[in-house]
């Protein structure tokens, strides 16, 4: 185990939830800050197309506008599709992030909102990866994963 970790916890979902991070310098993890957010666990579907949970879609642009992920202090800028039925972030643009980070099928991905509203011209995520360490017990939930069927880590 990296002698950098801590112990922190964090509130996810109204719980409060322990978890092992990284001092915040160069963190790539860290607590989450009570702003919306979702995560998706990448599937061969997710792979090609990135869909916004409508619980947080509510709260973007109807429209479609510039949206920025930011990893690793690394910034990708994509377009958010607001204007269509399925809320996402444009395929060419999703497929570079992922091709830039060797996002794989199995990777977990949290995009939290940290700038946008509905009349945003941008709107900003931050984003968490978490490689090789989704708890293998939870993969066979991940089968059929949507954005209405969250994985209960309890």
Not at 10 to 32: C, Q, V, Y
Not at 56 to 75: G, H
Not at 115 to 142: A, T, W, Y
Request: with cysteine.
């Amino acid at each position: 185990m990296d002698p950098r970790m801590q112990k922190q916890s964090t509130e996810i979902g109204g719980r409060n939830t322990s978890m092992m991070t990284k001092p915040h310098g160069d963190a790539d993890f860290w607590p989450l800050s009570g702003k919306p957010y979702f995560y998706v666990v990448i599937s061969n579907s997710k792979r090609f197309q990135l869909n916004i949970p409508l619980e947080l879609s509510e709260k973007l642009p109807t429209t479609t506008v510039n949206a920025k992920i930011i990893y690793r202090e690394k910034v990708w800028d994509l377009l958010y599709l607001g204007d269509q039925v399925t809320k996402r972030f444009g395929v060419d643009l999703w497929g570079k992030f992922m091709t830039e980070n060797n996002l794989a099928v199995g990777d977990a991905c949290l995009f939290e909102l940290m700038e946008g509203s509905s009349n945003s011209r941008v709107v900003m995520f931050k984003v968490q990866i978490f490689r090789d360490d989704f708890p293998v017990e939870l993969l066979e939930k991940v089968e059929g994963f949507c954005t209405n069927n969250p994985i209960d880590l309890d």
